[in-house]
Nanobody, 115 residues
Framework: QVQLVESGGGLAQAGGSLRLSCAAS????????MGWYRQAPGNQRELVAT???????NYADSVKGRFTISVDNAKNTVYLQMDGLKPEDTAGYYC?????????WGQGTQVTVSS
């Protein structure tokens, strides 16, 4: 079984920064992609950023230039550095990974940005 465990959420002021981490553990043979999604109350879950095993990144337009995704393949860990936070970034943030050709999700971590 594969588990994804997020950490690093919390409360930040507008303009501030937070860093999320997500570690994959279990019987891992391959990870082709890891990323972050978010869901605010009443909204659908949306992509924030993804990174492939060969470091190709993809960002939502709303976070380009403010958020940076990175990965430590040796630790099976993906990070999301969030700078220039805005109140509209408030949401539950979920880590997702394609591990052993299956998609897994973490439990989520709350990010709240106050104005």
């Amino acid at each position: 079984q594969v588990q994804l465990v997020e950490s690093g959420g919390g409360l930040a002021q507008a303009g501030g920064s937070l860093r999320l981490s997500c570690a994959a553990s279990g019987r891992i043979f391959s990870i082709s992609e890891m990323g972050w999604y978010r869901q605010a109350p009443g909204n659908q879950r949306e992509l924030v950023a993804t990174i492939t095993s060969n470091y190709k990144t993809n960002y939502a337009d709303s976070v380009k230039g403010r958020f940076t995704i990175s990965v430590d393949n040796a630790k099976n860990t993906v990070y999301l550095q969030m700078d220039g936070l805005k109140p509209e970034d408030t949401a539950g943030y979920y880590c997702s990974g394609v591990v052993n050709s299956f998609r897994y999700w973490g439990q989520g971590t709350q990010v709240t940005v106050s104005s």
